[in-house]
């Protein structure tokens, strides 16, 4: 069997079962979320491009006074 690392080391103190117990359970919290958030990271997300800044700033819309050319005003 191949051999896990341990999970945190306690190098200052003299912790009792109970507090070690609670100090696993967080620190093994904290590692599922870790997991988790690394997993939901992973996967591709949808973008919408609506507020970007670029497409603000962006002269796609601008008015042609060429557009209408052919027609005639009266």
Known sequence: MSEQKPLFSIIKGNPDPTQIAALTTVLAGFAQQAAEQAKLDATPKV???WGELDRRLHDSNLYNPN????LTYR
């Not at 557009?67 to 052919?70: D, K, L, Q, Y």
């Open 67 to 70: 557009a209408f050319i052919n």
């Open 47 to 49: 973008r919408s491009r």
